[in-house]
């Protein structure tokens, strides 16, 4: 059911040679620009904490927690990576509903936005050196914030190893400021 | 189903949690939460603050999920759920409420938060998000609260007068229950202000130390009338510390409430006695989420029986005769220098703030009397008649005021003391020559 790529995290298992990094949001497509302005794809840099959620074939919503989310270039698209074995009602739920609400959140400024769409699970090959630094940026912000150093990993752990993840990609269709403050929820 | 008390720990507030619902036509939506709170044992409620969309989806289809993360396992938990209605009055509104306003008093942010109201929903179900063996139920052998309770009850009876309740207090609540941090507030005559009058576990005591009924946490638990338990105060300490850096001069006769540098847990209960709030028990800890729900009520008891014995206790002696013994004059080493201020009643001792109010003006009547009488001995029936320190004619607090201005003395210098020489009656001990000035 799957088309996306399992991804064995090396440096997880203490394997720590990687291929360089690619620049981020490297593939191009030439569909049309216009939900995703400038600003917010600046806006989506790794380090920001993102959960999912769906609605299944039974009407109830299903939330995955989001290790990793990028715009992709030349569209309105937003490429996020789930761990497959904490997703499972999500993604069963994408496979079914296709429609998906995205929120990604700027851990020390609580700056917040959400963003919705279609939904579906992605083709494209993985990029296990941006999903790492992904998951670093990620420690750093939660350690800033008094988590544990490594609470990533640790947090990952619980979907027992080796990691395995499942991209998807959400078609933007409208966005919206949910930092926290009397309005929030408004459409950008 | 298994009791989500198993995962209490999740619902303090530590770290947010996600709230999904659908629309009608099956559009998923997402919000952050700061806390959800863990109604009972299958019912949980989320505070509505900022959460339009989703109250509108709930009202309409009635299906949410939760998104929890254990604050010290870091397992995610999932929670499905049924929307069972809006609540916007009642004991968990007023709760909720009440825990809203403190957090953003403590934050310097009154006013600018409302709780529109509390939705609640049945738990339908619930489980970690990937099961695996580490996720497991944090259900550690607890021990008998009621065996507790039953010691510390004990012990506290056993207190004779009010100082004796204030120091066996958190000594006893520190090996009964390991609480190393703690105070008493008291409510002053006005029933307006609240000051310290114990302290345990704090690097400064800070007896005597005064706060406005309704200011942070522990002000807004008294003016509200309900405990208040916060898991995670980071975020109010870095606001906090903004707005320090932010003031302009500081009040110099500012005496903080005693505290932990790197307080992660609080938890206020208020003392409550037929409709009127006597006082505030204060607890920290530097771990987050340290105050359980059975923590919180086992001290509501607690509390109960501590009202009991400060009302017994703190009823002064108004039958002793106003002493006239005069003492020596004291005389061991430089002068020690009393500014007193008269509009507030602040007192510096050698220009550093002692304490004002109430208590900074007894002090300053038994240093004058001291000083143009000789005279060291007092009682609290010639304190209460002196219409210039204020007290109120009915419920005055003397005696607990006696004792926080003792301790608070105690912090400050050696050479001044006030000792208890019996039931409604004190001796001022000076060891050094007094130079008085009063400023108008």
Redesign the interface.
Known sequence: VFLSETLQFSYLLGVRALPPCLPTGSRVDSTAVTALSGELRAWLVPGLAG?????DAS???????VWAARALSGRDVIEIYV?R???R?FVDGVAS?G?????L?EVTSYR?R?F?GACRVSTAAPEEPWIEECLTALNRVFSS????AG?AE??L????LPLSMVALELSVESVFD?S???G??APL | MQPLTDIEACFQGI??S?L???SKD???????I?IVHLLSSTRVGVSC?????SLQNLRD?G?????L?HPH????Y?I?LRFEGLIDSGPVFQKMDATLDAIASQSGMAGVFSLSGVAEFEVLGWQ???P?P??TSEHAAPSDPIEKLDRITELLSGAADLDAVFDRTFSVLAEQLGLQHGFLLLADGSGERLYNVASHGFDSARFGAEIALGEGIYGTAAARQVSIRQGSM?RERLLLHAAARESAQPDPTSLPLPGLSDA?SSLAIPLLRAGRTIGVLCFQSPV?GAFTEVCEKTLIIIARQLTAMIALLGVGAKEVEVSARRGPPGGKGPPLRIKYFEPDGSIFIDDEYLIKGVAGRILWRVLSNYATEQRDEFSSKEIRLDPEIGLPAIKDNLEARLIALRKRLSERTRALRIEKTGRGRFRLEVDRQLVLERRG
């Open positions: 959960t999912v959620a769906t609605v009407g109830q919503p299903r939330i995955a927690r761990q074995s904490a997703s009602g509903g429609r998906a609400a995205l929120n959140i917040s959400m919705k914030v008094g988590l544990a609470c640790l947090m752990s619980h979907g027992g949910q926290p403050k009397p929030a929820g | 770290i947010p996600y999904a619902t659908c099956g559009e998923p939506n997402i919000t952050a700061s603050q900022f959460m339009n969309k289809t299906s949410a999920q939760l998104m993360l396992t870091l397992v995610d999932l499905d970690a998000a990937a695996a580490s996720a980071r992660e987050p």
